[in-house]
């Protein structure tokens, strides 16, 4: 099976701040890659599949990149509403595992 | 707009089998690209996909939970559903259906129910 990682497990930032978060598979998945975001109480989302195709509506500080083992989703200019946990997916071969997360806080 | 609603009993009892189903609306269930895929999270192990079912009935399970897993899809009434065999307390979780969507790129869950939680207590 692939094992995905993410890291940081959180992370603090302020309303303007330019964050990225990085996941890492354990062996080479091309860019078979998703990233999901995660609000309390609610169902993640869809934000970014095939390692950086952004999805429709999602605004365009969300971007991301990578291929192979290494990955990464980057905020540029963090919004109020962006404060969430994230997460990537390994979309290569199954079972499609998920990274434990980076919570992004204040 | 598609939207998916999961629903069954939320209060097992050890041993017992976990039946849920996922009702799809705004969108038709019967498409060549979409895989639909239930997942699964708690706060120790965080999201972990269960499987997928496909219009035609194929499925295909995570292998750790294969023994005990079935799903069935029932395309007349947009529905497809997950049995999971002998519940113990680590099946305890909030249980989400979505759809998988595949294209040339690979594999994603665009759309996704609310979840519904599952306690597996004696």
């Known amino acids: 099976d692939v094992l995905m990682t993410q890291s940081p497990s959180s992370l603090s930032a302020s309303v303007g701040d330019r964050v990225t978060m990085t996941c890492r598979a354990s062996?080479?998945?091309?860019?078979?890659l998703n990233w999901y975001q995660q609000k309390p109480g609610k169902a993640p989302k869809l934000l970014i599949s095939?390692?950086?195709i952004l999805q429709s509506g999602v605004p365009s500080r969300f971007s991301a990149s990578g291929s192979g083992t290494d990955f990464t989703l980057t905020i540029t200019g963090l919004q109020p509403e962006d404060f969430a946990t994230y997460y990537c997916?390994?979309?290569?071969?199954?079972?499609?595992?998920f990274g434990p997360g980076t919570k992004v806080d204040v | 707009q598609v939207q998916l609603q999961e629903s069954g009993p939320g209060l097992l009892k050890p041993s017992e089998t976990l039946s849920l189903t996922c009702t799809v609306s705004?969108?038709?269930?019967?498409?060549?690209?979409?895989?639909w895929t239930w997942i699964r999270q708690t706060p120790g192990k965080g999201l972990e996909w269960i499987g997928y079912?496909?219009?035609?009935?194929?499925?295909l399970y995570s292998p750790s939970l294969k023994s005990r897993v079935t799903m069935s899809i029932d395309v007349s009434a947009s529905q497809f559903s997950l049995t999971l065999s002998s519940v113990t307390a680590t099946d305890t979780a909030l249980y989400y259906c979505?759809?998988?969507?595949?294209?040339?790129?690979?594999?994603?869950?665009?759309?996704w129910g609310r979840g519904t939680p599952v306690t597996v207590s004696s």
């Open positions: 997916q390994q979309s290569f071969s199954a079972p499609f595992a």
């Open positions: 705004g969108g038709s269930i019967r498409h060549y690209s979409y895989y």
């Open positions: 095939a390692a950086s």
């Open positions: 979505a759809r998988g969507v595949v294209t040339g790129t690979g594999y994603s869950l665009d759309y």
């Open positions: 062996q080479d998945m091309n860019s078979h």
């Open positions: 079912i496909y219009y035609s009935g194929n499925a």
